[in-house]
Nanobody, 122 residues
Framework: QVQLAESGGGLVQAGGSLRLSCAAS????????MGWFRQAPGKEREFVAAISGSGSNTDYADSVKGRFTISRDNAKNMVYLQMNSLKPEDTAVYYC???????????????WGQGTQVTVSS
């Protein structure tokens, strides 16, 4: 079992940057694939990025490649999403997620945080 808590959301102008953080509970954090998802109003939740337990492998949605970077610090039980060159279409609630087993390409996440709002103004 792992509990997740996101932080770092807010309001930013287009072209700006934000860094989201996710704090995870549990002693086996490094065994989980971690990911970020987002859900915009009226749309389904969509995959954003994932990172393997060691941090050596990552996967990104095409819409964020080259702009977003996922990273983790296993010593601190933290995962991050650095978001650069933000666009209004990046506006959404962003969720941190944890996956037991599988790879960064499995996208079968079992545990979810409550979400943090990111709003990008034009």
């Amino acid at each position: 079992q792992v509990q997740l808590a996101e932080s770092g959301g807010g309001l930013v102008q287009a072209g700006g940057s934000l860094r989201l953080s996710c704090a995870a509970s549990g002693r086996t954090f490094s065994s989980y694939v971690m990911g970020w998802f987002r859900q915009a109003p009226g749309k389904e939740r969509e995959f954003v990025a994932a990172i393997s337990g060691s941090g050596s492998n990552t996967d990104y949605a095409d819409s964020v490649k080259g702009r977003f970077t996922i990273s983790r610090d296993n010593a601190k039980n933290m995962v991050y999403l650095q978001m650069n060159s933000l666009k209004p279409e990046d506006t959404a609630v962003y969720y941190c997620a944890a996956q037991s087993g599988g790879t960064v390409y499995s996208h079968t996440f079992h545990y979810w945080g409550q979400g943090t709002q990111v709003t990008v103004s034009s």
